[in-house]
């Protein structure tokens, strides 16, 4: 097994980890301000993935100048044939998070979600356009009506910013 994907896909999550975490400081802190703050969930995620990536990343180097070169000895148990790892797969999740992230406050939870679940998905290997869809669809607006409307956290709603102001679904 090579070892050069495995520090590559360490660094590439301590990398997201950092963007995440820079992004989150253009996020608004409104007209309540509280104790934790909109920012703090972000932080918290980008920074787990940013000491996680590095710590797996020096786990590798190490391990890397013990050994006898890039190449060690598999270990654990061989690939499923119908569903083999694949460091390709590893970092198109982490560019459909990049792109997640940076088209979350432009579209709005409800048009970005969606596609970043989308892609996800199809990522991952699901190709039933049917199945994507409605979980795209069910979770993206289930899980806006618990945070945005029943626990009233503010998220950006891109394009629908003045319908949902007209409704009064927010207050902006």
Do not use: N
Not at 36 to 56: E, K, N
């Amino acid at each position: 097994m090579d070892r050069r994907i495995d520090l590559l896909v360490a660094l590439a999550f301590a990398l997201l980890g950092l963007f995440v975490i820079f992004q989150a400081t253009d996020i608004t802190q409104g007209m309540m301000r509280d104790p934790i703050g909109p920012r703090m969930a972000f932080y918290a995620v980008g920074g787990m993935l940013a000491v996680g990536g590095a710590f797996l990343a020096f786990r590798h180097v190490v391990a890397w100048r013990q050994g006898a070169g890039h190449v060690m000895v598999s270990e654990g148990s061989p690939d499923e044939p119908e569903s083999p790892a694949s460091a390709l797969q590893a970092f198109l999740l982490v560019g459909v998070c990049l792109a997640y992230a940076i088209a979350f406050q432009p579209l709005g939870y409800l048009f970005a979600t969606p596609l970043f679940i989308l892609a996800g998905l199809f990522v991952l290997g699901e190709r039933k356009w049917q199945v994507m869809v409605t979980i795209a669809i069910v979770f993206s607006t289930a899980s806006y009506l618990v945070f945005a409307q029943a626990l009233s956290v503010r998220v950006p709603v891109g394009p629908l910013t003045g319908l949902f102001r007209d409704l009064g679904w927010i207050i902006l």
